[in-house]
């Protein structure tokens, strides 16, 4: 649904971020920015003295903590500020200023962990048993010896420091490349109007009705990819042999292990992960066919994956989506449900509509000591009931994490994040799907959905096995060409599409290069971990397990204190065994069936 895109100075106040909570005007940004530049020295009177016994180290701990709280608090300020209206040149300059001050912060508690490192783990755990103040530490230090076995000599460290700047070329080039210097040939709709095609606009395009549109945005955008396919392989190559060069530098086994080892993940999960998905495509080919009996066509194309399935899309108001989100979240309790009502309709956490110079996209962010507030662009539908859902969960992540745990602690994982704002969405749409009788809405909600499992639970895992296979062939000393990943993702993606969608093998070969997620190696399967392992807790506590969602609530609260599969494990879900996944795909199928009955076609697709 297209509305229109006002001024910032005409959003109402209320659906604006509260910057005010966090400094009351930008001039007060100002006094703590200096304020904590001066500050930020007084560090240094414990540099070299950590060995001198615990009430020093818990002193500098404790210090560290709140500079690096006040200078992330800036942070939160200046990109906040910045992203709701990109358009100032002042809040650019803020934003520059406060990554700055966050580094100089770091920089400055850098001596910290070496020095813990040669006081050694014995003499620390004495220090620990014998002073209750520093077991909060406990699970800090566990985690930066264990990490030790990869850290090397002085000498290399340093090498290895300084050659991440020049690294950091690949990630440059492809950002330059396809967003600012990629032209895409113009859309075509059915009765010949020109359609522009930008990386903002092919999304909108992708959902239009008409076909003819959607078929020639899709073609002109995948085109312009295969047009610089040398270029993006080369880049891609790069940046992979990078990261197998870091993988030996460091002794890793292999570039999988030493990306799962940062947060203490073993591969299993990985694995697990891709060997359930591909048993169950099955899933994806039933989708497929019931997407293509509503959608009335011969055969389903790649650019037919996001064409609208009803005409009458329900409206939903902001207000309508709070209430949703709260009455789905009802079985976590009144305290938590409250808290966030309250942040959404008086604390100002959301920036709610888009405005012109406004950041695309949705995000959920803040900093110990400030709302965990939401940047997004509502545009009063289905979708943005879930964005808000998806991004709340994440915010209510923040909210107690930050509450329960210190600043050492208080940012949790990627592997767990996505657990939590998956969460909010599972629990939303099982609410309505029960409680809402409007067909329209039913439909809508399954629409939704299966746009965010398509993304989360086809796109990602297969992208994580092309990323598999780029960094094997690389550690056995193969080379890759643009033609060869072209033909291996459209191996890949030939199994979840199956014989039910067309498979235009350059134009879905050249996927990989659509996703900016490859230049962060294995990333992208936390993706798919996640919404499983939402899925799987919602289950338990939908089927009214006793337990089950203050063991939730507890995930929550620990923020960074566990590492994430513990935490989660203690919660009531294995990330390391298939029946999550399962489970998910159990989710799935349900909706498949539902959208089936819902649209009439269920008797014409089994048939079928
Ligand atoms: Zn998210």
Not at 96 to 117: D, T, Y
Not at 280 to 292: F, I, L, M, N
């Amino acid at each position: 649904m297209a509305i229109e895109v006002r001024e910032r100075t005409q959003i109402p106040k209320q659906f604006t971020w509260n910057a005010e909570s966090v400094f009351a005007s930008p001039q007060d940004w100002e006094t703590e920015f200096k304020a904590l530049g001066a500050e930020l020295e007084g560090l240094g009177q414990y540099h070299g003295k950590l060995a001198e016994g615990p009430s020093t180290l818990l002193a500098a701990l404790e210090l560290l903590q709140q500079l690096l709280a006040r200078a992330w608090k800036l942070v939160i300020y200046a990109m906040f500020s910045y992203s709701v209206d990109t358009r100032q040149q002042e809040g650019a300059q803020r934003q520059g200023r406060a990554e700055g001050i966050f580094a100089q912060a770091s920089a400055a508690g850098a001596f910290v962990n070496p020095e813990l490192l040669s006081i050694g783990e014995p003499k620390l755990r004495e220090w620990v048993r014998g002073d209750p103040r520093l077991m909060l530490y406990d699970h800090y230090l566990t985690d930066l010896f264990r990490k030790q076995q990869h850290v090397r000599s002085t000498e290399v460290e340093e090498l290895l420091g300084r050659v991440m700047d020049p690294f950091l070329a690949v990630f440059t080039t492809i950002s330059a490349l396809v967003d600012s210097d990629f032209q895409f040939q113009p859309a075509r709709s059915a009765n010949g109007r020109e359609i522009p095609v930008t990386q903002g606009s092919l999304d909108t395009i992708l959902r239009d009705p008409d076909r003819e549109a959607r078929r020639t945005a899709w073609e002109s955008y995948a085109d312009t990819y295969l047009k610089y396919k040398n270029t993006l392989a080369s880049n891609l190559a790069a940046s992979t042999r990078q990261n197998v060069y870091l993988m030996r530098a460091r002794r890793h086994e292999s570039s999988l292990e030493m990306a799962l080892f940062k947060d203490n993940i073993p591969e299993s999960v990985f694995h697990n992960l891709i060997e359930t998905f591909r048993r169950h495509v099955g899933t994806w080919h039933r989708y497929w066919k019931v997407r293509r009996a509503v959608l009335g066509v011969e055969q389903l194309q790649p650019y037919d994956v996001w064409a609208p399935l009803t005409d009458r899309p329900p409206t939903v108001s902001y207000q309508q989506a709070v209430d949703w989100v709260c009455e789905g979240l009802a079985p976590l309790g009144d305290e938590y449900v409250e808290r966030m009502r309250r942040g959404c309709l008086e604390e100002r956490w959301v920036d709610v509509y888009p405005n012109l110079g406004k950041r695309q996209g949705a995000f959920s962010h803040g900093s110990p000591g400030t709302y965990p507030f939401v940047v997004m662009s509502f545009a009063d539908d289905v979708s943005g009931l879930s964005t808000l859902a998806h991004e709340l969960g994440h915010s209510m992540h923040s909210y107690l994490a930050w509450k329960h745990q210190p600043v050492i602690y208080s940012e949790y994982s990627h592997f767990a994040a996505e657990v939590a704002s998956n969460f909010h969405q599972a629990m939303v749409r099982a609410y309505l799907l029960q409680n809402n009788g409007d067909v329209q809405l039913q439909i809508s909600i399954i629409e939704d959905a299966m746009d965010n499992f398509h993304r989360y639970f086809l796109i990602m895992p297969t992208l994580a096995r092309f990323e598999l296979e780029t960094h094997q062939r690389v550690e056995r000393g193969e080379g890759f060409n643009a033609d060869g990943l072209i033909e291996l993702m459209a191996d890949l993606f030939a199994e979840p599409f199956g014989a039910e969608m067309q498979l235009d093998r350059l134009r879905v070969g050249i996927t990989w290069a659509q996703f900016l997620h490859l230049y962060q190696d294995y990333y992208v399967y936390q993706y798919a971990t996640g919404i499983s392992g939402a899925h799987s807790l919602a289950a338990r506590i939908l089927a009214g397990e006793t337990g089950a969602a203050e063991a939730y609530l507890e995930f929550l609260k620990a923020g960074a204190s566990v590492y994430p599969l513990d935490a989660l494990r203690a919660a009531g879900v294995d990330l390391s065994s298939p029946e999550p996944v399962e489970q998910t795909f159990k989710v799935l199928d349900d909706l498949v069936d539902r959208l089936a009955k819902l649209t009439g076609v269920a008797e014409a697709v089994a048939a079928a």
